[in-house]
């Protein structure tokens, strides 16, 4: 199975931007999709951005035209950035391994604090 290190998080004002990268254990390209999720306090766990194993890749509604997930493979390494952040957007974000299609995400990180001040 693989770990995941998330990085890059820290505190920005509102209109900034901030990269979170995610160092994984194992070649990427042998994982299914690869997911950043935030976690708010007392809010569940959301599926922000994805990317497949093909390189197609997903977004929230919420940052749709804002995120940019990307990878290199040969650094095993899934990014996100994050421009335009706005305050909702604070959150710890976690990195998340799908390892089979129509299945949920596993294998979380220690996620990276993300904070957006007003």
């Known amino acids: 199975q693989v770990q995941f290190v998330e990085s890059g998080g820290g505190l920005v004002q509102a209109g900034g931007s901030l990269r979170l990268s995610c160092a994984a254990s194992?070649?990427?390209?042998?994982?299914?999709?690869i997911g950043w999720h935030r976690q708010a306090p007392g809010k569940q766990r959301e599926l922000v951005a994805s990317i497949s194993r093909g390189g197609m890749s997903t977004y929230a509604d919420s940052v749709k035209g804002r995120f940019t997930i990307s990878r290199d493979i040969g650094k095993n390494t899934v990014f996100l950035q994050m421009n335009s952040l706005k305050p909702e957007d604070t959150a710890v974000y976690y990195c998340?391994?799908?390892?089979?299609?129509?299945?949920?995400?596993?294998?979380w990180g220690q996620g990276t604090q993300v904070t957006v001040s007003s």
């Open positions: 998340g391994a799908k390892y089979y299609a129509g299945d949920g995400y596993d294998s």
């Open positions: 194992l070649n990427i390209f042998s994982i299914n999709a």
